[in-house]
């Protein structure tokens, strides 16, 4: 069938509408606004699938990014179908032939095993922050893909290790880090080893995704909502998000906060933000004052309740600070309380506007947020007080009970 005239047509299948443009792949469909590619397994395939067609979330709203990967997961499966279709063959002579994977004795260290290599290799580095992420980061291979040798992860194995990342709600950001810790593992361990081959994580395509759509500033009303709906429920998870609501901090900030940066007997409440050995800041303007109102006053004065030395030790214990966690399940908390597009970084966007909306001064919108400044003038000085902060975060406040 040929579509001319048309530049799309659509499909109702139950209750999903598909949407497909004539100048796209033919296996991409559209479903709630995101891209899906979609094919049918070929009959004589079949026996091998537990459904009759291929259907994974291409995680875009972009026609352009989904029209490539598309293309890249259609020509993999080609490859792999055209594989499973020679192995019907009757090959003479087939048990002479080298590199039957029965026969092989892969000696190559598993993954985990990697791991241990790489830390011994770059003992110079060893700061607990790059230990946990090359452990985090080789059990991530480990549980998507099994602990297996290093040389046997293949490029399709590397893909559908991505698309695991994306789907437990990783920014592409974060994905393309933990693929940069999991190829520098497998390169050096390879070389350490005088192992040939490629590695398979080498050349991992990754879609372009506009992951600031998923970190839009959240409507004051479902902030409000929000807010409500931590005091509700009145626990760890809650204090947290709460705490992050009316000070913007990022969460790995909040996550590691000791209750000794929680300054709450003075007349104006504020947390003092400094790096600890367990928890890194990401910038130097990232060390900063934040003055307490509102939800966060709430959550301060309810952390006080707790006999743990740790603001948050669900998530943080000193050794480990665990801010995905953390985000994983704040995320899908706040999904179901104040629906679709609202994540916990999306309240850090909040705070940015609040501010200007009632024209805070740039500077001190930075200031309050850890956001780093340009310009030669803001590098002297010891920056803004408290109480100059205090004015314009309580000029914000939302005016709610939340006793």
């Known amino acids: 069938m040929y579509i001319t005239d048309m530049s799309a047509f659509y499909v109702l299948t139950g209750q999903v509408t598909y949407r497909m443009t004539y100048n796209q792949s033919p296996h991409i469909r559209v479903r709630s606004g995101i891209y899906h590619f979609v094919r049918r397994v070929p009959a004589d395939l079949q026996q091998h699938y537990r459904s009759d067609r291929v259907s994974i979330s291409l995680r875009t709203k972009s026609a352009r990014a989904a029209s490539r990967s598309a293309v890249s997961i259609s020509q993999r499966l080609d490859d792999y179908w055209h594989g499973l279709r020679l192995q019907k063959m009757d090959v003479p002579a087939l048990h002479l032939v080298i590199g039957d994977t029965e026969d092989v004795d892969d000696n190559s260290p598993t993954m985990m095993e990697a791991v241990d290599v790489y830390l011994r290799l770059k003992a110079d580095k060893q700061t607990p922050t790059f230990i946990r992420a090359a452990k985090r980061n080789g059990r991530y291979v480990a549980e998507a893909l099994g602990n297996r040798p290093i040389t046997s992860y293949l490029s399709s194995d590397a893909a559908a290790f991505r698309d695991y990342l994306f789907d437990k709600g990783l920014a592409l950001g974060s994905v393309k880090r933990i693929f940069g810790s999991v190829r520098s593992i497998i390169n050096l361990v390879m070389l350490e080893h005088g192992i040939e081959g490629s590695n398979g994580f080498a050349k991992t395509y990754m879609p372009e995704r506009d992951d600031s759509q998923d970190r839009q500033p959240i409507p004051k009303d479902q902030l409000i909502k929000l807010q409500q709906a931590c ?64 939800a966060s006053l709430w959550t301060a004065r309810r ?64 200031a309050i947020g ?17 109480d100059v902060l205090a004015k314009w975060m309580k000029k914000i406040e939302a005016k709610k009970d939340l006793s």
């Not at 679709?340 to 500077?363: I, T, Y």
């Not at 956001?371 to 000085?381: E, L, P, Q």
Request: proline share 4%.
């Open 231 to 294: 005091v509700s429920e009145d626990d760890e998870m809650r204090w947290l998000l709460a705490l992050i609501s009316d000070t913007g901090m990022r969460l790995a900030e909040a996550v590691g906060l000791h209750k000794d940066d929680i300054i709450i007997n003075t007349p104006l409440p504020y947390i003092d933000l400094k790096p600890h050995s367990w928890r890194r800041l990401k910038t130097k303007s990232s060390a900063r004052h934040m003055p307490l109102v509102g």
């Open 370 to 386: 850890g956001w780093t400044t340009t310009g030669i003038g803001h590098a002297y000085g010891n920056g803004y007080s408290v």
């Open 303 to 366: 952390l006080q309740t707790h006999d743990s030395s740790y603001a948050f030790p669900r998530y943080c214990d000193g050794k480990i600070c665990n801010a995905n966690s953390a985000s994983a399940a704040l995320n899908k908390w706040m999904k179901a309380t104040v629906g679709n597009g609202n994540v916990v970084h999306g309240l850090r966007h909040s705070l940015r506007d609040r501010l200007r909306a009632v024209e805070c001064p740039s500077d001190i919108i930075d």
